[in-house]
């Protein structure tokens, strides 16, 4: 299992990015994914969740509104679109799922919202 985060980088506060996940060395569509952050001095914690086909997903309160998760099985690849933007939401952001029993993570991508 391997998967690699992408679309990081330096935003202004109230602007947009979307990351990216590639997954691979597994059958993607029969998988939950996950996106968590890990903001400096703080625990992980996850921010969003998507179902096998899409159709569930599930987010944290602090970025309900604001980001959207969505996945193309046919790419393997699973999205994070953010919007309005927080300085708040700066955080490493990493890609999780969960293959026969064991957790599966990326290596990060970095997010810095800052004027």
């Known amino acids: 299992v391997q998967l690699v985060e992408s679309g990081g980088g330096l935003v202004q506060p109230g602007g947009s990015l979307r990351l990216s996940c590639a997954a691979s060395?597994?059958?993607?569509?029969?998988?939950?994914m996950n996106w968590h952050r890990q903001a400096p001095g703080k625990e992980r914690e996850l921010v969003a969740a998507i179902g096998r086909a899409g159709g569930s997903r599930n987010y944290v309160d602090s970025v309900k509104g604001r980001f959207t998760i969505s996945r193309d099985n046919a790419k393997k690849t699973v999205y994070l679109q953010m919007n309005s933007l927080k300085p708040e939401d700066t955080a490493v952001y990493y890609c999780n799922t969960v293959v026969g029993g064991m957790d599966y993570w990326g290596k990060g991508t970095l997010l810095t919202v800052s004027s």
């Open positions: 060395g597994f059958t993607f569509s029969m998988y939950n």
